[in-house]
């Protein structure tokens, strides 16, 4: 029963921390935050990220292969996750330099938690992620969702997806030492990464 509960809880957080290690919206957003705004800021943004992940792995549990052919057949969310991207990728390559000021009062809090959890509801790829990673260990059944090792797993995904953005965030800060003053190059970057990230949404789905 304890081997068990472990077993799962692990797959949930290597999963998940596996998987959040690739630049997406998400770990992206939190550099974003992290340079412009605070470290603190950022840590709420993950947090209200890392719940979405939370349901969104209940949902490839739940519905399993169901959602991935559903995805199949309906190409065309590849084409909005692709404006998306371009839209946000414009929006820092145009937008001017201001200054940064670091607000941490509880209205700030309160809005960089709720964006945490807006970009990751509007952020599809984490399901069929999802879907992929239990498709792997399916046939080996050492995965069982009943009763605690449900609610481990999720726990899990939820401490997975905390550590890799904690590291972007971490890593975000050593940069904001060193380019503290060249806020201009980093929307530069910040944007040429979102546009590039939109070209392969659309590329997967012409090709």
């Given amino acids: 029963m304890i081997f068990a509960i472990?077993?799962?809880f692990c797959y949930?957080?290597?999963?998940?921390?596996?998987?959040?290690?690739?630049l997406?919206?998400?770990?992206?957003?939190?550099?974003?935050?992290?340079?412009?705004?605070?470290y603190s800021s950022a840590i709420r943004f993950a947090l209200g990220s890392s719940l979405v992940e939370i349901l969104e792995a209940s949902i490839a549990v739940i519905f399993g292969i169901a959602i991935d052919d559903?995805?199949?057949?309906?190409?065309?969310?590849e084409l909005v996750i692709f404006a998306a991207f371009v839209g946000l990728g414009i929006y820092f390559l145009v937008?001017?330099?201001?200054?940064?000021?670091?607000?941490d009062s509880s209205s700030?809090?309160?809005?960089?938690?709720?964006?945490?959890?807006?970009?990751?509801?509007?952020?599809?790829q984490a399901i069929p992620f999802w879907l992929f990673a239990l498709a792997i260990v399916a046939p080996y059944h050492i995965i069982n969702f009943i009763g605690s090792n449900l609610y481990f797993f999720l726990g899990g995904v939820?401490?997975?997806?905390?550590?890799?953005?904690?590291?972007?965030a971490k890593g975000a800060l050593y940069?904001?030492?060193?380019?503290?003053?060249?806020?201009?190059?980093?929307?530069?970057?910040m944007g040429a990464i979102f546009i590039i990230i939109g070209m392969i949404q659309v590329w997967r789905y012409y090709w």
């Fill in 95 to 103: 937008k001017k330099p201001r200054p940064v000021y670091y607000d």
């Fill in 24 to 38: 997406g919206m998400i770990n992206l957003s939190v550099i974003n935050i992290t340079l412009k705004k605070s």
């Fill in 12 to 22: 949930g957080l290597l999963a998940c921390f596996i998987g959040g290690l690739p």
């Fill in 70 to 77: 559903f995805l199949e057949e309906n190409k065309e969310i």
């Fill in 108 to 124: 700030r809090k309160t809005s960089e938690f709720v964006k945490g959890i807006t970009v990751a509801m509007l952020n599809p």
């Fill in 6 to 8: 472990i077993r799962h």
């Fill in 175 to 189: 940069i904001k030492a060193h380019l503290s003053r060249h806020s201009q190059i980093i929307d530069r970057t």
């Fill in 158 to 168: 939820f401490i997975g997806k905390m550590l890799s953005l904690i590291i972007f």
